[in-house]
């Protein structure tokens, strides 16, 4: 394509096909920090770092396996959380924009809370040529095993407690969020419905995905609020 148009799914996240013509290339140095290559290109690899972009390649098979989504599901979806996390807005492409990076776009937001039906609208609505290509039975099963796999990992919380007030987390909500309870490091921990709602001073929650939230490891942050970047019009 020599038109690449970015199809905001979140104020951090815009997909399409590959980046080809020098208007792309002007775009994308405009309006996005990161950009997440699902064919792994080195030539593109250097026309991002000669514009001053971030790039991350990851190399998914296409035509793509089930099993090959599955390992780049939770890949993905971290490397788009550590760009938000910054204040950065990422661009996730695969070739035509068609099937890979709708499918990966839409597990992402199934790590933020969406169900898989509202990930697909979303991402269908934002990219109207999602899904016009590519084996179908293969992007829903997808999907679904993903969905299966995230609340697998929220099921491991049950009768946990919470992080701030101790209470036991009997039914935890799917795809609760992380929060940070800032003292002299950080501290992780899942949090009752309670606690959550609360405006907790210096408590900040940011939207990171399942997987990361489970993981009982120390993060460094800054001392500003975290926050969404606002999406530049294309």
Not at 62 to 74: E, G, K, W
Not at 171 to 199: M, N, Q
Request: charged share 25%.
């Amino acid at each position: 394509m020599s038109d690449t148009q970015l199809s905001w799914i979140l104020p951090s996240l815009a997909i399409g096909a590959r980046p080809t013509s020098p208007q792309d290339w002007a775009r994308l140095a405009r309006d996005v920090t990161c950009i997440i290559d699902l064919n792994d290109d080195h030539a593109e690899h250097r026309k991002a770092e000669k514009r001053g972009l971030k790039y991350l390649g990851l190399e998914v098979e296409d035509p793509t396996s089930t099993q090959a989504f599955l390992d780049a599901f939770p890949v993905v979806s971290e490397w788009i959380d550590e760009e938000c996390m910054g204040g950065g807005r990422t661009f996730l492409h695969c070739t035509a924009g068609l099937s890979r990076s709708p499918t990966i776009a839409m597990a992402y937001l199934m790590t933020l809370g969406e169900t898989k039906d509202s990930a697909k609208q979303l991402v269908l609505k934002a990219h109207q040529s999602s899904w016009t290509a590519g084996d179908l039975e293969t992007l829903e099963r997808s999907l679904e095993l993903w969905k299966h796999q995230l609340l697998g990992e929220v099921s491991a919380l049950k009768l946990s407690r919470c992080t701030l007030c101790e209470r036991p987390i009997d039914t935890p909500t799917p795809y609760v969020r992380k929060v940070i309870v800032e003292v002299s490091d950080v501290l992780l921990g899942p949090v009752c419905s309670k606690c959550s709602a609360r405006e907790l001073s210096p408590v900040r929650a940011i939207a990171l995905s399942p997987s990361e939230y489970y993981r009982t490891k120390r993060l460094k942050v800054n001392g500003s609020e975290t926050s969404k970047p606002e999406a530049h019009a294309p």
